[in-house]
């Protein structure tokens, strides 16, 4: 353990011997901001275009349609079948009286339609259920399901989606999986690289420093008193480039990104999400940063520092 003294005396040298060697910690800052820039930004598709696929796959359901004049008991027992069903997340059921009464909300400011209403003798609607899936791709075996023979005589009809919102969504998938591949091969190779300049410009400063070093060595400095200083110059190759990086996002949080979000999911607001909110992406961002420098250092100094 150290004492408040020692701490502060690592603390400060590893300032020190940040300015000290300005230009190699200015670069070792730069390609660190690059892989946190790269990093954030990938960060961000990834999350419109979640956002954006959840939008898309919100407004899909298999609507069934009832013949007129079927027993609500009926109607309950095949909700109740479609909810055993491990395929199905929500089912909803909208009796033909209560559809009437939206039908007629919806279209309250309708002159016309009000009048059509109100001159037939029968409700034109029929009882519906609204089925949602668990996921996309098991809608084709829900319909299957209720293509079953013992359902012919009480379904009229039934739909989902249009071959547009489909398309959509398969676009929306391909683009997603691309982010992933490719996001994560791009920050891999920034990773490495930061690394690689930290590791560097560590082991030159350990190589700067290895009579002070020697010395320490020599009146019995501890393990830890001696890798600190290093720890905390490389630490703030990490806090530097998080601070740049999140100057960087700013206008995009602040004017961009509300405006993409709203046209993408108006329902979702940027600044209530854990995906969007600013301050949990520098964390995050601030994390990734000292977690390569740490790296980095340790391993610079288990191949250069034989303590």
Same mark, same amino acid.
Do not use: C
């Given at each position: 353990?150290?004492?408040?003294?020692?701490?502060?005396?690592?603390?400060?040298?590893?300032?020190?011997?940040?300015?000290?060697?300005?230009?190699?910690?200015?670069?070792?800052?730069?390609?660190?901001?690059?892989?946190?820039?790269?990093?954030?930004v990938l960060f961000l598709l990834f999350g419109l275009t979640s956002n954006a696929l959840d939008a898309v796959q919100s407004r899909i359901d298999i609507s069934v349609y009832f013949k007129s004049g079927l027993g609500e008991d009926?109607?309950?027992?095949?909700?109740?079948?479609?909810?055993?069903n491990e395929k199905v997340d929500t089912v909803v059921y909208t009796s033909a009286t209560k559809a009437l009464e939206e039908f007629r909300k919806k279209h309250e400011n309708d002159f016309l339609i009000q009048q059509s209403l109100n001159e037939l003798t029968e409700n034109p609607l029929p009882a519906?259920?609204?089925?949602?899936?668990?996921?996309?791709e098991d809608y084709p075996q829900i319909d299957s399901f209720l293509s079953?023979?013992?359902?012919?005589?009480?379904?009229?009809?039934?739909?989902?989606?249009?071959?547009?919102t489909k398309l959509a969504i398969e676009r929306? %998938?391909?683009?997603?999986?691309?982010i992933i591949t490719f996001g994560v091969?791009?920050?891999?190779?920034?990773?490495?690289?930061?690394?690689?300049?930290?590791? %560097?410009?560590?082991?030159l400063t350990i190589f700067n420093r290895r009579e002070e070093v020697e010395i320490m060595r020599l009146v019995g400095a501890t393990n830890w008193y001696i890798r600190g200083p290093f720890l905390v110059e490389s630490i703030l190759y990490?806090?530097?480039?998080?601070?740049?990086?999140?100057?960087?996002?700013?206008?995009? &949080?602040?004017?961009?990104?509300?405006r993409i979000a709203l046209f993408v999911n108006p329902q979702v607001?940027?600044?209530?999400?854990?995906?969007?909110?600013?301050?949990?992406?520098? &964390?995050?961002?601030?994390?990734?940063?000292?977690?390569?420098?740490?790296?980095?250092?340790?391993?610079?100094?288990?191949k250069y520092l034989k303590i």
């Amino acid at each position: 353990m150290f004492d408040s003294i020692s701490f502060f005396r690592i603390v400060k040298t590893g300032f020190v011997n940040f300015w000290r060697n300005l230009s190699l910690s200015a670069a070792a800052t730069m390609v660190m901001t690059i892989t946190l820039v790269i990093f954030a930004v990938l960060f961000l598709l990834f999350g419109l275009t979640s956002n954006a696929l959840d939008a898309v796959q919100s407004r899909i359901d298999i609507s069934v349609y009832f013949k007129s004049g079927l027993g609500e008991d009926k109607i309950k027992s095949i909700q109740l079948d479609l909810e055993a069903n491990e395929k199905v997340d929500t089912v909803v059921y909208t009796s033909a009286t209560k559809a009437l009464e939206e039908f007629r909300k919806k279209h309250e400011n309708d002159f016309l339609i009000q009048q059509s209403l109100n001159e037939l003798t029968e409700n034109p609607l029929p009882a519906t259920l609204n089925v949602r899936a668990k996921n996309l791709e098991d809608y084709p075996q829900i319909d299957s399901f209720l293509s079953d023979r013992k359902y012919a005589d009480f379904i009229e009809s039934k739909s989902y989606g249009d071959d547009q919102t489909k398309l959509a969504i398969e676009r929306l %998938n391909k683009i997603l999986g691309f982010i992933i591949t490719f996001g994560v091969g791009l920050i891999s190779i920034f990773a490495l690289i930061a690394v690689l300049v930290i590791f %560097n410009t560590i082991t030159l400063t350990i190589f700067n420093r290895r009579e002070e070093v020697e010395i320490m060595r020599l009146v019995g400095a501890t393990n830890w008193y001696i890798r600190g200083p290093f720890l905390v110059e490389s630490i703030l190759y990490g806090f530097f480039a998080t601070v740049i990086t999140a100057l960087l996002m700013l206008p995009i &949080f602040s004017n961009f990104l509300p405006r993409i979000a709203l046209f993408v999911n108006p329902q979702v607001s940027v600044f209530n999400q854990n995906v969007f909110n600013y301050w949990y992406l520098i &964390f995050m961002l601030f994390l990734v940063g000292a977690i390569l420098s740490v790296v980095s250092t340790f391993l610079a100094i288990r191949k250069y520092l034989k303590i």
